[in-house]
């Protein structure tokens, strides 16, 4: 088995940015990214501080917006209006979850799309489905870059996604579809689900159930990518696959923490700097 270790890669793709941001701020390019948060989610404050980290690395700019959990649909809208015509912002980020009484699908969609730099505006979307260049959204971006930086063919495979999230399973779908998988994607209510993953070549994991997936529903020798991160009851985080026994029966496998988690980062770095690029050709 070897270890898909997503954090040396997403720190080799940050180290990239790094000189091609240097080299962007010769020819006065800077790159920012404004990140709004609604509410007081604990978990989203980490998220974000991750990020700001990262930015703080590279070189990018960044802006954060706390927004009380009272904040309505109009005022959120209005922040990303005002933030859309801000020139020298090139990239925005809604972090969710927000408060329930606020439409997140709503708000992505005024989004710009050159600035929407998590993909998730459907016009970005839609690209994605077109095979177009777009923002893709990052933790599919990032499993597509783990798995090529390891040398591990797509084409061809049967790829199982588990999990249709707006977020993950569906745009990781898409891109596996892309990159000329055969893809199977399943859900709760899918039947049968370990007859499905055990056919998986490659195996893509995002429920957010801690050790869901166990070595029985595991093909021997399947690429296995763990999206899921959960809070064990002492505070540690893992994953939704039952890492210690699944992981003797695979070829690759991703550790939680430490695979996927830092890719989607680095891949939202790229997007901002990719959202630069181009707003100032
Ligand atoms: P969602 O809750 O939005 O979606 C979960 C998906 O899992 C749904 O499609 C649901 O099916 C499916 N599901 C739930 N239970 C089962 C089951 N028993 N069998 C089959 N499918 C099931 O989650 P997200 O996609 O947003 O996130 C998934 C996990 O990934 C979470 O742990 C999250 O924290 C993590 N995550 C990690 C990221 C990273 O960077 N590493 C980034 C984003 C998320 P249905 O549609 O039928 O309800």
Request: charged share 25%; with cysteine.
């Amino acid at each position: 088995m070897i270890l898909l270790e997503g954090k040396k890669v997403a720190q080799k793709i940050k180290d990239e940015l790094k000189n091609e941001v240097i080299k962007l701020k010769e020819e006065e390019i800077n790159p920012k990214l404004a990140v709004i948060m609604v509410g007081n989610d604990n978990a989203s404050h980490i998220y974000v501080r991750n990020k700001n980290r990262a930015c703080e690395y590279i070189g990018i700019d960044f802006e954060e917006y706390l927004l009380p959990e009272e904040t309505s649909q109009e005022e959120l809208i209005d922040l990303i209006d005002k933030l859309n015509k801000e020139k020298e912002i090139n990239g925005i980020l809604l972090q969710s979850p927000i408060p329930n009484h606020l439409d997140i699908n709503e708000a992505f969609k005024k989004i710009s799309p050159e600035k929407d730099v998590d993909g998730f505006n459907p016009v970005n979307v839609g690209k994605l489905v077109l095979g177009q260049d777009t923002f893709i959204s990052c933790t599919p971006y990032g499993i597509i870059k783990i798995l090529e930086d390891y040398n591990i063919e797509i084409e061809g495979k049967h790829a199982v996604v588990v999990g249709r999230s707006n977020i993950v399973g569906k745009p990781m779908s898409q891109c596996l579809l892309n990159k000329n998988a055969t893809v199977t994607i399943c859900h709760s209510k899918t039947k049968n689900l370990s007859s499905i993953t055990n056919q998986a070549d490659i195996l893509v994991v995002a429920i957010g159930k801690s050790k869901f997936i166990t070595e029985d529903m595991v093909k021997p020798g399947a690429v296995v990518i763990d999206v899921g991160i959960n809070r064990t009851e002492e505070g540690n985080l893992n994953g939704d696959v039952d890492f210690e026994n699944v992981s003797k029966k695979t070829s690759y496998i991703t550790p939680v923490p430490g695979g996927v988690g830092p890719m989607t980062i680095a891949m939202l770095m790229t997007n901002v700097v990719k959202a630069a690029k181009e707003q100032n050709k």
